[in-house]
């Protein structure tokens, strides 16, 4: 069984920078695709990025490209979002995703998530 836990959350005054992990274990980390999802109140989960299980492939909302980056490392099985030029929209539960399909609109159908970390940007 898939086990994905975030850390890195945490409140920031807009135009600051996080950087959000994700461990995961339990399974085949190096051969999922994987991504990080974002739910504020009262909006629909969205897809903020998305990374193939070997990195050569990259989705990223147009929300926030230019300003977050996605990577992984899959030694550590580790997954990584570093967000930088943060705004008060971006405040929204944080999920890291795996399995699925990367797709230009995110990641499509991951089958294992975690519990979500809480980011807040004051603004």
């Known amino acids: 069984q898939v086990q994905l836990v975030e850390s890195g959350g945490g409140l920031v005054q807009a135009g600051g920078s996080l950087r959000l992990s994700c461990a995961a274990s339990g399974g085949a980390f190096g051969n999922s695709n994987m991504g990080w999802f974002r739910q504020a109140p009262g909006k629909e989960r969205e897809c903020v990025a998305a990374?193939?299980?070997?990195?050569?492939?990259?989705y990223y909302a147009d929300s926030v490209k230019g300003r977050f980056t996605i990577s992984r490392d899959n030694i550590k099985n580790t997954l990584t979002l570093q967000m930088n030029s943060l705004k008060s929209e971006d405040t929204a539960v944080y999920y890291c995703?795996?399995?699925?399909?990367?797709?230009?609109?995110?990641?499509?159908?991951?089958?294992?998530w975690g519990l979500g970390i809480q980011v807040t940007v004051s603004s």
């Open positions: 990374i193939t299980w070997n990195g050569g492939g990259k």
């Open positions: 995703a795996a399995d699925g399909y990367v797709l230009g609109t995110g990641l499509e159908g991951p089958h294992y």
